[in-house]
Nanobody, 122 residues
Framework: QVQLVESGGGLVQAGGSLRLSCAASGRTFSRVAMGWFRQAPGKEREFVGVIDWYGVSTYYADSVKGRFTISRDDGENRVFLQMNDLKPEDTAVYYC???????????????WGQGTQVTVSS
C-alpha cells in the first residue's frame, strides 16, 4: 500500500506559478513511478505528467509541456509538480498517483491521493 497526500493548491492569477507537493508513505516509494493527473468540472480526468522510479525520465501532456515540471525527492518521499505560466484552462483538481509500472492512462496507476484544487483566474 502507498498513501498519498497532495498539498499546495490554491488560487493564482493567470501567468502565475504554483508548486504542488505529494507526500507518500507506506510501500517503498522509490520503487514506483509517480504521475500527476487533473480533472476539471464536467470533464474527464486527464494525464498531466509522470516521472520514473529513478527520477530521470519524465513525460508530459502536450498541454503542459514547457510549463510544468515534475521532480521527486526519495529521501523525503515526495514528488513535486512545479507549474509555471498558469492559464485559466489549468483550473482543476490535481491528483498524484503511484504506478508499479509506467504510463499515461489512469488505469496504470495503483494508488491515488485525494486531490488538491488549483484555480487560475484570468
Amino acid at each position: 500500500q502507498v498513501q498519498l497526500v497532495e498539498s499546495g493548491g490554491g488560487l493564482v492569477q493567470a501567468g502565475g506559478s504554483l508548486r504542488l507537493s505529494c507526500a507518500a508513505s507506506g510501500r517503498t516509494f522509490s520503487r514506483v513511478a509517480m504521475g500527476w493527473f487533473r480533472q476539471a468540472p464536467g470533464k474527464e480526468r486527464e494525464f498531466v505528467g509522470v516521472i520514473d522510479w529513478y527520477g530521470v525520465s519524465t513525460y508530459y501532456a502536450d498541454s503542459v509541456k514547457g510549463r510544468f515540471t515534475i521532480s521527486r525527492d526519495d529521501g523525503e518521499n515526495r514528488v513535486f509538480l512545479q507549474m509555471n505560466d498558469l492559464k485559466p484552462e489549468d483550473t482543476a483538481v490535481y491528483y498524484c498517483a503511484a504506478s508499479l509500472s509506467w504510463g499515461t492512462n489512469d488505469n496504470r496507476y495503483d494508488y491515488w491521493g485525494q486531490g488538491t484544487q488549483v484555480t487560475v483566474s484570468s
